[in-house]
Every structure is written in structure tokens, then in C-alpha cells.
């Protein structure tokens, strides 16, 4: 059987002498291809992810439900809101990694945010900033405190915006793997 990115199986799986053994497999779903170019991108971004971020045989019953969920949820999801969707997505692997970002207040005083800061994980406000944190608007840091809590479509978050947080989350991760020595 060949399969493709985001197709769904099931698996007929045996206990061997150090670990499972996959006897049968059934295409289940098909993922359509042509259609979902933005999905499987971000597919691939959150299936590498966690493959940075976590040992292959590590327990953790809550990222894999999680995950679980996630993948279900994918096919829901319209190409609209897929950017909005992989931040979300993003910021919770970042949870479940004790990466938080820190964005309800200054990391340094605990003010507002103004500016986000990759090497402190998080806010900084207007007098503790440097030139080379990003900026935010306000409505970027309430979208990103809401993310904390739960996955909202609706948002009045320009494109835009959201590429922008979508940006800073990429590089924010990419910063935090580079301080475990995961990628350089």
C-alpha cells in the first residue's frame, strides 16, 4: 500500500520481543492532495515539531490525545483559517515542551506587552523592548493570550497579523531547539 501525507489507517498490531509489530493495515481516509497544498504544510511543520521536540518512545498521554484531536480536527478546518489553526497548534506543542512563551504581561516588571522577545521567551514592554524583539499589536497579544485557553476561528486578526504571530511562534520555537542543541 502506498501512502500519502495525512492519511488515516488502522493498524493491526502484534506485542513482539522489543516492541510492536504492525501485521495489517487498512486505508481508512483518504487525504486529498491536490486541494489541501497549505494543510500539508502545516502537517509536515507540526509532525516535525514534535518530532523535534519529543523523544520518539516517550510516554505522554496528554500530547498524544492531543495530537490525536489535532489530526482529526485538520479535515474541519477551511484553508482560511489553517494559519490561525497551525498557530494554535504550535503554541500548544510549545506548552506540552515547557516552552510557554510568556504573553500576558512584561516577563521583566510585569506591564503590558508591547514587543516579543525570542531570547526571554516572551512579553516585554515598551521600556524594557530591544531592537531586534518583535512587535505586536494589541490585538495580537489578546489573540495570543486567548490561544492559552482555547482555539477560536473567529478573530478580528488581519491575515497579516497572523502571519506575523505565526512568524514569531516559528522563530521562537526554532530559538528554543537551538538552545537544546536540537537544530542549528
Not at 514534535?50 to 518512545?57: E, P, R, S
Request: hydrophobic fraction near 40%.
Amino acid at each position: 500500500m502506498h501512502l500519502l501525507v495525512g492519511d488515516e489507517i488502522g493498524a493491526g498490531l502484534v506485542e513482539g520481543k522489543s516492541s510492536l509489530v504492525m501485521v495489517a493495515a487498512d486505508l481508512e481516509r483518504r487525504f486529498s492532495q491536490e486541494k489541501n497544498l497549505a494543510k500539508i504544510n502545516f502537517l509536515m511543520k507540526i509532525c516535525q515539531l514534535l518530532d523535534d521536540f519529543f523523544i520518539a518512545n516517550d510516554i505522554h498521554a496528554g500530547l498524544f490525545n492531543f495530537t490525536l484531536k489535532t489530526f482529526e480536527n485538520l479535515s474541519a478546518i477551511s484553508e482560511k483559517d489553517m494559519r490561525t489553526f497551525y498557530v494554535h497548534t504550535l503554541f500548544q506543542i510549545l506548552k506540552f515542551a515547557g516552552f510557554m512563551p510568556e504573553v500576558e504581561r512584561c516577563t521583566e516588571c510585569g506591564d503590558s506587552p508591547e514587543s516579543f522577545s525570542l531570547e526571554q521567551g516572551g512579553a516585554l514592554c515598551k521600556k524594557h523592548k530591544k531592537d531586534k524583539d518583535v512587535a505586536l499589536s494589541p490585538e495580537c497579544w489578546d489573540f495570543l493570550k486567548n490561544l492559552k485557553q482555547k482555539f477560536e476561528i473567529n478573530t478580528n486578526l488581519s491575515e497579516k497579523d497572523v502571519l506575523k504571530i505565526q512568524t514569531t511562534m516559528d522563530s521562537y520555537a526554532q530559538t528554543s531547539l537551538n538552545n537544546l542543541g536540537i537544530r542549528k
